[in-house]
T-cell receptor
Framework: GESVGLHLPTLSVQEGDNSIINCAYSNSASDYFIWYKQESGKGPQFIIDIRSNMDKRQGQRVTVLLNKTVKHHSLQIAATQPGDSAVYFCAEEFGNEKLTFGTGTRLTIIP | DAGITQSPRHKVTETGTPVTLRCHQT?????MYWYRQDPGHGLRLIHYSYGVKDTDKGEVSDGYSVSRSKTEDFLLTLESATSSQTSVYFCAIKPRSGNTIYFGEGSWLTVV
């Protein structure tokens, strides 16, 4: 099957700094990409998504950038806060089929 | 809040016993999913349903069965639990519009 990978399994960022979590995907036909945040003991929580006809999408303090040329997307979190500490998952989908998830990156915010 | 309730939230069972996990939703969503989450593997799809009595296998369906006799309930059954099925199980739904799926809070299953 298709693989979805993250470049870094762990990431530590100083509080107030910006963080970037990267995700590579292998299926060039994937047309939907999504990010989830998972706090300890809880289910994954939707953060933001983007379709392949876009390069960038912004939410509240979060931005997703999509680079189809290199099959890569990234989640940027601005002005990180202690509550941003969590595991972040990327996922991809092709043609409204099932989502394929990456293994996750643990983000730790250092006070 | 995706309107999903999973039960039980925590269970310890013995190898060889049957186990059923229940996912209940209150918003008439057509698509429902069962995932398992294990360290190093992320979220893997076990089974999903696209309507009452309409189900299909995911990538890790061996050892699991599902049933959906009514829209609001999606049951995951381990006919004879094994230690390899110790995991966290998440139910998810997809609203009728859009691609985003939303997860429940999880069911922690330990098979001893």
């Amino acid at each position: 099957g298709e693989s979805v990978g993250l470049h870094l399994p762990t990431l530590s960022v100083q509080e107030g700094d910006n963080s970037i979590i990267n995700c590579a995907y292998s299926n060039s036909a994937s047309d939907y990409f999504i990010w989830y945040k998972q706090e300890s003991g809880k289910g994954p929580q939707f953060i933001i998504d983007i379709r392949s006809n876009m390069d960038k999408r912004q939410g509240q303090r979060v931005t997703v950038l999509l680079n189809k040329t290199v099959k890569h997307h990234s989640l940027q979190i601005a002005a990180t806060q202690p509550g941003d500490s969590a595991v972040y998952f990327c996922a991809e989908e092709f043609g409204n089929e099932k989502l394929t998830f990456g293994t996750g990156t643990r983000l730790t915010i250092i006070p | 809040d995706a309107g999903i309730t999973q039960s039980p939230r925590h269970k310890v069972t013995e190898t060889g016993t049957p186990v059923t996990l229940r996912c209940h939703q209150t918003e008439n969503h057509r698509y429902m999913y069962w995932y398992r989450q294990d360290p190093g593997h992320g979220l893997r799809l076990i089974h999903y349903s696209y309507g009452v009595k309409d189900t299909d296998k995911g990538e890790v369906s061996d050892g699991y069965s599902v049933s959906r006799s009514k829209t609001e309930d999606f049951l995951l059954t381990l006919e004879s639990a094994t230690s390899s099925q110790t995991s966290v199980y998440f139910c998810a739904i997809k609203p009728r519009s859009g691609n985003t799926i939303y997860f429940g809070e999880g069911s922690w299953l330990t098979v001893v």
